[in-house]
């Protein structure tokens, strides 16, 4: 897991053209996305269409990753960050995030954004160093 620094991040809603700004927390993501070879030795499922134990998994729907964050989570004797089948979910199929968990989740859409654009606030993203 890599360290991204707190700060700011404009979000755009481009069907409404509504801007938003978030303020950020420090947080930490993982540097590479999660493998077929990982997702398959924590869920036991090979869901992907490629087939490749280095290549990224794909095919997994929102609710699949949140399992497997929380699969992975109590593999390594964290916390799961997300409560299953959460009240007022489409056929009790929803999750939500339980902020004071230490294990894994997905980024919050504005934290995917600020670590993304790499300390710049453009549309593009910055420069990516070590």
Known sequence: M?????????????????????????????????????????????????????LPVEGVSWLDAVRFCNALSLREGLSPAYRLGAEGAEGGEGAAWDTAADGYRLPTEAEWEHACRAGTTGARYGPLDE
């Open 2 to 54: 890599i360290g991204v620094p707190a700060g700011k991040v404009t979000l755009t809603d481009r069907r409404t053209q509504h801007s938003w700004t978030v303020d950020v927390a420090a947080h930490e993501l993982a540097p590479f996305p999660v493998t077929q070879e990982q997702y398959t030795r924590v869920t036991g499922e090979r869901p992907s269409s490629a087939t490749g134990e280095r």
